[in-house]
T-cell receptor, first 119, second 109 residues
Framework: DAGVIQSPRHEVTEMGQEVTLRCKPISGHDYLFWYRQTMMRGLELLIY????????DSGMPEDRFSAKMPNASFSTLKIQPSEPRDSAVYFCASSQGPYQHYSNTGELFFGEGSRLTVL | QKEVEQNSGPLSVPEGAIASLNCTYSDRGSQSFFWYRQYSGKSPELIMF??SNGDKEDGRFTAQLNKASQYVSLLIRDSQPSDSATYLCAVKSNYQLIWGAGTKLIIKP
């Protein structure tokens, strides 16, 4: 399998612009996660989906952030308008459920990340 | 607030020695525990998971869990320069995966 595929790998944009990050999970995985990683805050869960349905979006920082999963093989994370404090590496990860069950290994397969710089 | 604490390091260990990485967690009800390795500029990858008290060995890696003391550790035997990375501890607590900030490990040749 090709693994989790993210695009773009790098994005440099100006404050106020719209940013769209894309993710293709591993085929057959029914959970998809969006994380943000910074030096200051570490790895933060933004939102996760189960079978294309958003389950927990409590980590989304504010209304400027939105995420969709129109089908099992594609998800987007959109920031509009972007701000310098949004600069981070955004990771998409997928896993095979049942994520909620304690016995599940919980292994997340991460994409290579999208490094966002907002000037 | 559920927390997972790790020493940020860097932890410097000579090649061939044992590297010991520690993690403490606040939620006593936590059920499963994971160690991810992240090389600089790369994404995290799972190297070990453990559910039960005691030790779990996989090659040069040993995970140790003590639920009474609420800590989990990772031992790396015969450390190699290729083990130099940041090690992230993650704890599954009430269906959430709570991440530590990571410990940077440097193996010196």
């Amino acid at each position: 399998d090709a693994g989790v595929i993210q695009s773009p790998r790098h994005e440099v944009t100006e404050m106020g612009q719209e940013v769209t990050l894309r993710c293709k999970p591993i085929s057959g995985h029914d959970y998809l996660f969006w994380y943000r990683q910074t030096m200051m805050r570490g790895l933060e869960l933004l939102i996760y989906f189960n079978n294309n349905v958003p389950i927990d979006d409590s980590g989304m920082p504010e209304d400027r952030f939105s995420a969709k999963m129109p089908n099992a093989s594609f998800s987007t994370l959109k920031i509009q308008p972007s701000e310098p404090r949004d600069s981070a590496v955004y990771f998409c990860a997928s896993s095979q459920g049942p994520y909620q069950h304690y016995s599940n290994t919980g292994e997340l397969f991460f994409g290579e990340g999208s490094r966002l710089t907002v000037l | 607030q559920k927390e997972v604490e790790q020493n940020s390091g860097p932890l410097s260990v000579p090649e061939g020695a044992i590297a010991s990485l520690n993690c403490t967690y606040s939620d006593r009800g936590s059920q499963s525990f994971f160690w991810y390795r992240q090389y600089s500029g790369k994404s995290p990858e799972l190297i070990m998971f453990i559910y039960s008290n005691g030790d779990k060995e996989d090659g040069r890696f040993t995970a140790q869990l003590n639920k009474a003391s609420q800590y989990v550790s990772l031992l790396i035997r015969d450390s190699q320069p290729s083990d130099s990375a940041t090690y992230l501890c993650a704890v599954k607590s009430n269906y959430q995966l709570i991440w530590g900030a990571g410990t940077k490990l440097i193996i010196k040749p």
